[in-house]
């Protein structure tokens, strides 16, 4: 059974770091890419990063770039976010989501259960 | 950038009544459109992948249609357990933008 379990989520001040986890078991991590996508109270999904099976490729949403680093260690099965200069506007819960590459066709097969970034005074 | 509008924001149906929701892009995207299920406080869930393929064990009263900029999601009879919110999902390069969601409520 697939499951991605995330952690490290909590309240953090304007400006500060947070480190969120994801951890992977089910299937073969290293041989799928993964996602964070994230969901602020009360809206929408939004997209959040990509990072490829062996962690060199990484893409990012605009409003993040620069800021939130995107990560991978395939020998613990574990995907992470960084994520610096944090603004009330990243307030939201984070999902990691495994991505089911049938190129040129994807789409997010599983999800974690989510964890919660507040970013408040 | 590629942009999706989805429509209604929100709907209200009966029990066993017809749902469609609509989802445009803002070029043409072929069929590389995705719908998900998210239930309060849950994660989303695929139903319909490239535009309308069914996800296995997904009811068959849920069904996806469409191509290039113009695609629809039906419910066909709407059950209780289909109360959410649903997203239309387009990606390009792996850049990914979701529509801006349906509320659907009975």
């Known amino acids: 059974e697939v499951q991605l379990v995330e952690s490290g989520g909590g309240l953090v001040q304007p400006g500060g770091s947070l480190r969120l986890s994801c951890s992977a078991s089910g299937f073969t991590f290293s041989s799928y890419w993964m996602s964070w996508v994230r969901q602020a109270p009360g809206k929408g999904l939004e997209w959040v990063a990509n990072?490829?099976?062996?962690?060199?490729?990484?893409v990012y949403v605009d409003s993040v770039k620069g800021r939130f680093t995107i990560s991978r260690d395939n020998a613990k099965n574990s995907l992470f976010l960084l994520m610096n200069s944090l603004g009330a506007e990243d307030t939201a819960v984070y999902y990691c989501a495994k991505i089911l590459d049938r190129h040129p066709y994807y789409h997010f097969d599983y999800w974690g259960q989510g964890t919660l970034v507040t970013v408040s005074s | 950038d590629i942009q999706m509008t989805q429509s209604p924001s929100s709907l209200s149906a009966s029990v066993g009544g017809r749902v469609t929701i609509t989802c445009q892009a803002s070029?043409?995207?072929?069929?590389?459109l995705n719908w998900y299920q998210q239930k309060p406080g849950k994660a989303p869930k695929v139903l319909i992948f490239d535009a309308s393929n069914l996800e296995t064990g997904v009811p068959s009263r849920f069904s996806g249609s469409g191509s290039g900029t113009y695609f629809t999601f039906t419910i066909s009879s709407l059950q209780p357990e289909d109360i959410a919110t649903y997203y239309c999902q387009h990606y390009d390069n792996l850049r990914w933008t979701f529509g801006q969601g349906t509320k659907v409520e009975i």
């Open positions: 070029q043409d995207i072929s069929n590389y």
């Open positions: 990072i490829g099976k062996d962690g060199s490729a990484k």
